[in-house]
């Protein structure tokens, strides 16, 4: 392989890892299990603090409906990966809007923390084989949202967690 070949199989894996990290914002935010279910290899680990196992147990915890939590928003930046022929390394920064309800009260959390990420192309595919996740600071306060006053008002599209979620009928 020529360096120009090697620089762009460099340039597409990075954009492959971008999106498996775009998706699995997207599958956990969405309830989205098959989605989350297809980012992993099958010997994939995940030890994200609240659950240490296997990726495969981890994509159905992570993508079950769950009562307390009402709402979640999951986003990723500063990108930062390391390629090496079919293995690569990553740290990603994420940061998360989560509403829950604790003792009757909607809370809202923001986090932020990192990934760290192993990954491996099998057959041609990116996919994750073992997850870190890094807690970098975190706050919690009453919910203060807003959906029908103000120019809220005008927003006649939510998001949902599950299915029923608009861009599912673009995505599927």
């Not at 009562?67 to 999951?74: A, I």
Request: with cysteine; hydrophobic share 40%; aromatic share 14%.
């Amino acid at each position: 392989m020529n360096h120009q070949q090697a620089l762009l199989d460099e340039l597409l894996a990075k954009q492959a890892l971008h999106e498996l990290n775009a998706k699995y914002c997207r599958a956990v935010d969405r309830l989205d299990t098959q989605l989350m279910q297809s980012l992993w290899h099958p010997d994939a680990k995940v030890d994200v603090g609240i659950f240490e196992g296997s990726a495969a147990d981890y994509s159905v915890a992570m993508t079950q409906p769950n009562e307390g939590m009402v709402r979640s928003f999951h986003a990723i930046s500063n990108e930062l990966y390391r390629v090496a022929g079919d293995r690569a390394w990553g740290e990603v920064y994420v940061t998360a809007a989560i509403t829950v309800f604790e003792g009757g009260e909607k809370i809202e959390r923001l986090v932020g923390g990192r990934y760290i990420d192993q990954f491996e192309r099998r057959g041609g595919s990116w996919k994750f084989l073992h997850r870190y996740f890094a807690l970098d600071w975190s706050k919690s306060f009453a919910s203060s949202e807003v959906w029908n006053e103000d120019v809220y008002q005008a927003f006649t599209h939510h998001g949902a967690r599950g299915g029923e979620d608009l861009s599912f009928a673009y995505f599927n």
